[in-house]
């Protein structure tokens, strides 16, 4: 009987752990989305000295995001969106036309991220 005690406590442990980043996964994403909507605005609008800081503070905050989830990712998932990410800055001081196929690219591969940590029934069975 103790066993089964110690057995579900551990899955319980187990599924609580997973929901929790799922949940901290989805809600990073989505603010790191926000913020290349913001760096889209300010592009937009010409205002490149405000489009730098807010992808130097992207990038700041990727790298954060990034040191914590690499317990629970699989770190080639995180490498590619690493690269773009520090990137970025730099092409928008250069006045790069990139700058806006990578942004494109980054909100993109951050929306596989976080589709692809959201707990769903499919995903678990």
């Known amino acids: 009987m103790t066993r089964i005690k110690i057995s579900i406590g551990i899955l319980c442990l187990l599924v609580g752990i997973s929901i929790f980043f799922g949940i901290w996964i989805n809600s990073r994403c989505s603010y790191m989305i926000g913020e290349i909507a913001e760096i889209y605005e300010f592009l937009d609008s010409g205002d490149t000295e405000k489009a730098v800081y807010s992808a130097k503070k992207l990038d700041d905050n990727w790298n954060g995001f ?52 959201t707990p769903s029934l499919t995903r678990i069975l």
């Open 66 to 117: 990034r040191k914590k989830a690499t317990i629970m990712i699989k770190n080639n998932e995180l490498t590619e969106i690493d690269c773009i990410s520090s990137g970025i800055p730099y092409l928008i001081e250069n006045d790069s036309d990139e700058a806006h196929s990578r942004l494109t690219e980054m909100r993109h591969m951050l929306e596989m991220l976080k589709g692809g940590e």
